[in-house]
């Protein structure tokens, strides 16, 4: 049964998508002792985490973006220009990017998304292991989901 006294409305509006997000989070803390364990901690933020490949003139080569959370890595992107693939720079931007990770962060674990014409392989040459696919995400390609852990 519906309940009528709503009405049901689509526009973009941020101020109730961060309303949202914070009483989500109110009550996944409320019902989850990892989270609550998480709060006031360092962990408990997202914090970003970026690794650059430049040359003396500040040409990008490369670059990895992620960021860390509750003693995870995520790496949001990886990427590396096409006169510079096949020379290692990309397991290079991984690595240093991992040692960050848990050297500093105290991470365990990374994590990262990738299509299938992307670099599957190449993550799980790297130690990843892919824990789920997507087929059709979107339509005619696979996402792949890969973790791996760092300690």
């Not at 973006?65 to 995520?74: E, Q, S």
């Not at 240093?96 to 991470?107: G, I, N, P, S």
């Not at 599957?120 to 696979?142: E, H, L, N, S, W």
Request: net charge positive; hydrophobic share 40%; aromatic share 10%.
């Amino acid at each position: 049964m519906v309940c009528r006294m709503f009405r049901l409305e689509t526009e973009v509006d941020k101020a109730r998508r961060d309303l949202l997000r914070t009483r989500l989070r109110e009550a996944n803390t409320a019902a989850s002792p990892v989270l609550r364990a998480l709060r006031g901690t360092p962990g408990e933020r997202d914090v970003p985490l970026h690794v650059w490949a430049v040359n003396d003139t500040d040409e990008l080569a490369g670059g990895l973006v992620g960021y860390t959370w509750a003693t995870w890595l995520h790496v949001t992107y990886l990427w590396v220009d096409e006169r510079h693939r096949g020379q290692g720079l990309g397991a290079r931007l991984l690595a240093k990017a991992e040692h960050l990770a848990t050297t500093t962060r105290d991470c365990r674990a990374a994590r990262l998304e990738t299509w299938d014409f992307q670099a599957p392989r190449f993550y799980v040459k790297q130690g990843y292991q892919i824990t789920c696919a997507i087929p059709d995400y979107p339509p005619g390609i696979t996402e792949y989901t890969l973790t791996k852990r760092l300690v």
